[in-house]
């Protein structure tokens, strides 16, 4: 049987060499069957491999928003296959076996919602701390049950996505893979980290947009909302709030940040709530990260 995996790539149009880098990378996966969907979120894709669907956003719509418009695309195509791979525009695969590598992962661990190789720089070692799904990232070469996700380079069951509603278009930039994480563990499913398997991505600092602080404050707020029972939330909160103000006493961004915050706690009632369960708080404290941190 041939192996099969659904690819949404999100383009914005800006980087036209590194988008034409990625797709070659991706079209030359060996042993597995790729289909692509090219979303153009806010404008017409221009690079899209020969033979790949293409859905034209007639704006920006937001990072998950315009992932889960290329899913839909592919679902309504026919036939989707098992795995949704969600791709940044920038990313490359340096091997012509990372996809056909990361669906056999996926097949020994049928628990896991969704698969997570190692991301790192172009020179195949630098990994800065934010791309290693977990809080002990000494070893980022070391694989594991992870309770979060790197969103850009990510393997996802389509029942599953399906099941748990895919992205939250509401979030529409930061923490995203927060989210869809703890529905797919609110689902009883995990993650899995395959360290062993390398994607490449330009080192780049998420702050250089320039709505990074307010976005990140807002959204921390909107995930804790979304998905924790009430008594950790204040908890969740306070912990986060330590955190995001003393980064931005260091490093900048303090105003942006504190009008994220207000945004995220006067908006929060527009979130739809399902929190997790109590199992699910014990499963995923179980795996080394409590819902509080």
Same mark, same amino acid.
């Given at each position: 049987?041939?192996?099969?995996?659904?690819?949404?790539?999100?383009?914005?149009?800006?980087?036209?060499?590194?988008?034409?880098?990625?797709?070659?990378?991706?079209?030359?996966?060996?042993?597995?069957?790729?289909?692509?969907?090219?979303?153009?979120?806010?404008?017409?894709?221009?690079?899209?491999?020969?033979?790949?669907?293409?859905?034209?956003?007639?704006?920006?719509?937001?990072?998950?928003?315009?992932?889960?418009?290329?899913?839909?695309?592919?679902?309504?195509?026919?036939?989707?296959?098992?795995?949704?791979?969600?791709?940044?525009?920038?990313?490359?695969?340096?091997?012509?076996?990372?996809?056909?590598?990361?669906?056999?992962?996926?097949?020994?661990?049928?628990?896991?919602?969704?698969?997570?190789?190692?991301?790192?720089?172009?020179?195949?070692?630098?990994?800065?701390?934010?791309?290693?799904?977990?809080?002990?990232?000494?070893?980022?070469?070391?694989?594991?049950?992870?309770?979060?996700?790197?969103?850009?380079?990510?393997?996802?069951?389509?029942?599953?996505?399906?099941?748990?509603?895919?992205?939250?278009?509401?979030?529409?930039?930061?923490?995203? @893979? #927060?989210?869809?994480?703890? !529905?797919?563990?609110?689902? %009883?499913? =995990?993650?899995?980290? &395959?360290?062993?398997? /390398?994607?490449?991505?330009?080192?780049?600092?998420?702050?250089?947009?320039?709505?990074?602080?307010?976005?990140?404050?807002?959204?921390?707020?909107?995930?804790?909302?979304?998905?924790?029972?009430?008594?950790?939330?204040?908890?969740?909160?306070?912990?986060?709030?330590?955190?995001?103000?003393?980064?931005?006493?260091?490093?900048? @961004? #303090?105003?942006?940040?504190? !009008?994220?915050?207000?945004? %995220?706690? =006067?908006?929060?009632? &527009?979130?739809?709530? /399902?929190?997790?369960?109590?199992?699910?708080?014990?499963?995923?404290?179980?795996?080394?990260?409590?819902?509080?941190?």
């Amino acid at each position: 049987m041939t192996l099969r995996v659904d690819v949404v790539v999100l383009t914005m149009g800006d980087r036209p060499e590194q988008e034409a880098l990625a797709q070659k990378t991706l079209l030359a996966q060996t042993g597995i069957k790729v289909r692509v969907c090219v979303v153009g979120n806010g404008c017409t894709p221009q690079v899209v491999p020969s033979g790949a669907l293409t859905v034209a956003l007639p704006e920006n719509i937001g990072i998950p928003g315009g992932r889960n418009a290329g899913a839909d695309a592919l679902r309504a195509a026919g036939d989707p296959a098992d795995y949704v791979f969600f791709l940044d525009n920038d990313a490359c695969l340096p091997r012509p076996d990372v996809l056909v590598r990361l669906v056999a992962a996926a097949e020994e661990h049928p628990e896991a919602a969704y698969v997570q190789p190692r991301l790192t720089g172009p020179d195949d070692a630098t990994a800065p701390r934010r791309w290693v799904p977990r809080l002990r990232v000494g070893d980022p070469g070391r694989p594991g049950t992870i309770t979060t996700m790197t969103e850009g380079v990510v393997l996802v069951r389509r029942r599953v996505f399906d099941e748990v509603g895919g992205w939250e278009s509401s979030l529409f930039l930061y923490h995203e @893979g #927060l989210d869809l994480a703890y !529905r797919c563990w609110s689902a %009883g499913y =995990t993650g899995w980290y &395959a360290a062993d398997i /390398r994607m490449h991505h330009p080192v780049t600092s998420p702050a250089r947009h320039r709505q990074f602080h307010r976005l990140a404050a807002r959204n921390r707020i909107s995930v804790a909302y979304r998905n924790l029972p009430a008594p950790l939330i204040p908890l969740y909160l306070t912990a986060w709030t330590v955190i995001t103000l003393a980064r931005a006493a260091r490093g900048g @961004g #303090l105003r942006e940040s504190l !009008r994220g915050m207000y945004e %995220g706690w =006067t908006t929060r009632h &527009a979130q739809t709530r /399902r929190p997790m369960g109590w199992r699910t708080v014990a499963r995923l404290t179980a795996a080394g990260r409590p819902p509080v941190i």
